[in-house]
C-alpha cells in the first residue's frame, strides 16, 4: 500500500458489519425501504448515567462521511475483489458468505457507480435533544434492500457528535466560572481556555481530524494540526480555525543544563508573545520557586513588555498542581485585581494538561475562584478525555428501519422496535421529519396514514436537507466552518433555557402508542 489510505484498497461492498451483507437476502421484497439514525440518550455523565436535565447535542460529522464514503464513483474492479473476499467469508470454513453481487454490479453500471440510495441530514452543527432523527436514509424498487447496507459508516457520526457534544459541555463549565470571575472585556479569551491535547493518544489519522475538528467548532486552541490543517483548507475556504504558541516539553526542558537556560532560550526565541513552559521535569515546587523569579528577571532585562508565559504542570494532583503554580507565579510576576474583585496573573498564566476531564475541570474551577483568582489566568489542555474516552453508547446511537413500502401493496407501513426489556430502546416509526419550533426546539413528526398523505412539515420547514441523492448533488449542500460555528453557538444558547424539552411531537407520540405491543 505505501503512503497510499487506508480505504484506497477497500471496497465498498465490504464496509459494513458481516451480517448486512447478508440482509438482502432475509427482507421482504420491497419497492421503498426508510431507515433513519437517531441518539436516544443524553450525554453520558458519571457511572454509566445519562444526563437527563440536559440533553442537548451537537450533530457533526456527516459531511466527511458523505464525501469519503457515498460521493465516490465505485467500480466493478472492487466488486471482483469483494467477491474474492465473501467467496472465504462463511464459518467455520471459511466457505462462501451472501451478499448482493447483483446489485452492486447493476448500480455501477446503471447509476455510474455511485451507491443508489437518497440521504437527508440534519445541516452540520444543528443543536437538538435526543430522540430527534439526525439522518434519514431511503432506497427504492430493486434496491430498497440496500437502505441499511450503509448504516455502519453513517452511525460513526456518533464519535465526531460526541467529540463536539463533550467539548461544548465542557465550555460551558469554563463559561460559568469567566462569568463569575471575569471582567466583560476579556471573554473574548473563553475560545482559548480548553485546547485540544489529544493527536497522539488517537486511534488513527482519521480520528484526529474528525475529533480534532468536532472540538474546533467550539474553541479555537488546537495542537491537532492534522484537524486545524482539515477544517481550515477543506472546510472553511482557507481560513485560520485553530491556533497554537510555541510550548516545551520535557525533553526541551531535560536537553539543558538547567530548567532556567531553558527558559531562557525560550524568552530569547519567543518572548515577544505567548510562550509555555512546562515546569516538572525534576521538581515542579522548586522550579516554580526558583525560576520564575528569573524568567520574569529576564523577561523585563530583554525589555520583553509583551512576553507572556504559560506554565504548565504535568504530574502530581491537578488542583493543587494548579493552585501552586497560580500563587508562586503571583510571587514572581504580580497580580492586579479586576471589577470583579479577582487576581489576575500579570504576563502570566497556567495551562494544567494532565489528568484533566470534565469533572477535574470543573473541580480546578471551583478551587481557583475559591482561592480568589480569575479563571481568566488558567487554561486546559485535554488529550483522552476529549477524544478517546467516548463512545458509541455515550449518547446511545443506533439506526433502525422504520417505513417498508412490501411489493405487492398499496400503501407503505410504518414499523419500529419496542423492546419490553428495555423500553428506552424503541425506535420511530415512520418517514420522519423535523421542524424547528419557535422556542428552538427541533420536534418529530411523521408523515400520516402510514406513509402517505399530505406531510405536517413542509420541504421548507424540514430541518432534515437531502445531502445525497443517488449521487453527488449539483450544488453542495455544505456550510463552510465558520457558518457551522456560528449556528452552534447561536443554537446551543437558544435552547438553554428548554435544556431537556420532549422533541417528540404528540403526533408520533400517538403513532408510537398505536404500534407500541401491549
Known amino acids: 500500500m505505501g503512503g497510499e ?8 461492498a465490504v464496509l459494513t458489519d458481516s451480517y448486512k451483507a447478508g440482509h438482502f437476502k432475509m ?40 464525501e469519503t464514503f457515498l460521493t465516490k464513483k465505485w467500480t466493478q474492479q472492487e466488486v471482483d475483489n469483494a467477491d474474492k473476499f465473501y467467496s472465504t467469508h462463511m464459518a467455520p470454513f471459511y466457505t462462501e458468505y451472501p451478499f448482493p453481487k447483483e446489485l452492486f454490479t447493476k448500480f455501477i453500471t446503471e447509476n455510474e457507480g455511485y451507491f443508489p440510495v437518497k440521504l437527508e441530514a440534519l445541516k452540520e452543527g444543528s443543536v437538538v435533544h435526543a430522540r430527534v432523527p439526525v439522518y434519514q436514509i431511503t432506497a427504492e424498487k430493486e434496491y430498497s434492500h440496500l437502505c441499511t447496507f450503509f448504516e455502519t459508516l453513517l452511525t460513526m457520526v456518533w464519535y465526531p457528535s460526541c467529540v463536539a457534544t463533550l467539548s461544548r459541555r465542557c465550555k460551558d463549565v469554563i ?3 469567566f462569568e463569575a470571575t ?12 480548553l485546547h485540544d491535547f489529544g493527536f497522539r493518544g488517537c486511534t488513527s489519522t482519521e480520528q484526529s481530524v474528525l475529533g480534532g475538528c468536532a472540538h474546533l467548532l467550539n474553541f479555537d486552541g488546537t495542537d491537532t494540526m492534522s484537524a486545524a490543517y482539515y477544517a481550515q483548507f477543506m472546510l472553511n475556504n482557507g481560513k485560520p480555525v485553530g491556533q497554537s504558541i510555541p510550548a516545551t516539553e520535557h525533553s526541551v526542558m531535560t536537553s539543558w543544563k538547567t530548567e532556567t537556560e531553558a527558559v531562557k532560550n ?35 532585562e530583554q525589555n520583553k513588555t509583551n512576553g507572556f508565559m504559560v506554565i504548565r504542570p504535568d504530574s502530581g494532583d491537578p488542583v493543587e498542581a494548579v493552585l501552586e503554580g497560580l500563587q508562586k507565579a503571583e510571587v514572581a510576576f504580580g497580580v492586579e485585581l479586576n471589577k470583579k474583585g479577582y487576581k489576575v496573573l500579570k504576563n502570566c498564566s497556567v495551562i494544567q494538561g494532565d489528568g484533566i476531564n470534565i469533572h477535574m475541570l ?28 467516548v463512545n458509541r453508547d455515550t449518547m446511545s446511537f443506533a439506526t433502525k428501519l422504520s417505513h417498508i413500502h412490501i411489493k405487492g401493496q398499496d400503501t407503505g407501513r410504518d414499523i419500529m422496535k419496542a423492546p419490553k426489556t428495555d423500553l428506552g430502546k424503541f425506535s420511530l416509526p415512520g418517514i420522519l421529519q423535523v421542524r424547528r419550533e419557535a422556542n428552538g426546539v427541533c420536534t418529530v413528526y411523521a408523515t400520516p396514514e402510514q406513509g402517505a398523505g399530505t406531510p405536517l412539515v413542509s420541504d421548507a420547514e424540514n430541518e432534515m ?9 449539483k450544488e453542495s449542500p455544505w456550510d463552510d466552518f465558520d457558518t457551522v460555528r456560528q449556528r452552534v453557538e447561536r443554537e446551543w444558547k437558544e435552547l438553554a433555557p428548554n435544556k431537556n424539552a420532549d422533541p417528540l411531537s404528540s403526533q408520533i407520540k400517538e403513532r408510537i402508542k398505536q404500534m407500541r405491543p401491549t
Open 5 to 12: 489510505g487506508v480505504f484506497s484498497g477497500i471496497p465498498i
Open 182 to 193: 471575569v471582567d466583560e472585556d476579556n471573554f473574548f479569551l473563553l475560545n482559548s481556555r
Open 465 to 473: 436537507r437531502v445531502v445525497y441523492d443517488n449521487g453527488p448533488l
Open 175 to 177: 463559561a460559568k466560572g
Open 266 to 300: 525560550m524568552i530569547t526565541h519567543f518572548g515577544d508573545g505567548l510562550f509555555a513552559c512546562v515546569m516538572d521535569s525534576y521538581d515542579y515546587s522548586e522550579a516554580l520557586t526558583t525560576v520564575l523569579p528569573e524568567a520574569k528577571k529576564t523577561l523585563d
Open 27 to 66: 427482507y421482504p421484497d420491497a419497492e421503498k425501504m426508510v431507515a433513519y439514525g437517531e441518539f436516544r440518550k443524553g450525554f453520558q455523565v458519571q457511572n454509566g448515567k445519562h444526563d437527563q436535565d440536559d440533553t442537548r447535542l451537537i450533530f457533526y460529522g456527516i459531511r466527511y462521511i458523505v
Open 362 to 389: 470543573s473541580d480546578i474551577i471551583d478551587a481557583v475562584i475559591k482561592a480568589g483568582y480569575s479563571v481568566q489566568s488558567v487554561a486546559f489542555g485535554m488529550g483522552g478525555g476529549l477524544l478517546q474516552k
